[in-house]
């Protein structure tokens, strides 16, 4: 069984950081594709970030590039996003997930986590 668990979600200030953690188990970690995708109150999901686990290929959305980076650690099966200079646009339901589409990711297709709450307030 695919679990993902997602944590490190909480409150900051705009220009603060964050990482969030995303414990992965029940297939194989290491080869494929992981995504973050966040969903802001009253709106649609957002693939944010990609990373291929065994070559350490990335993508990020415009939204998030030059302050956001993804990264793996394939000996722990876990998955991170550190975000840099956050803004309240940022804040969303931060959720991992795998083999989804980056363009139309839907949260009926594919395998996701529970989700973490960042919220960016003064």
């Known amino acids: 069984e695919v679990q993902l668990t997602e944590s490190g979600g909480g409150l900051v200030r705009p220009g603060g950081s964050l990482r969030l953690s995303c414990a992965a188990s029940?297939?194989?970690?290491?080869?494929?594709?992981m995504y973050w995708v966040r969903q802001a109150p009253g709106q649609g999901l957002e693939c944010i970030s990609a990373i291929a686990t065994r070559t350490g290929t990335t993508l990020y959305a415009d939204s998030v590039k030059g302050r956001f980076a993804i990264s793996s650690d394939n000996a722990k099966n876990t998955l991170y996003l550190t975000m840099n200079s956050l803004k309240t646009q940022d804040t969303a339901m931060y959720y991992c997930?795998?083999?989804?589409?980056?363009?139309?990711?839907?949260?009926?297709?594919?395998?996701w986590g529970q989700g973490t709450q960042v919220t960016v307030s003064s």
């Open positions: 997930a795998r083999d989804i589409n980056w363009a139309s990711p839907q949260r009926d297709f594919g395998d």
């Open positions: 029940g297939f194989t970690f290491s080869d494929g594709w």
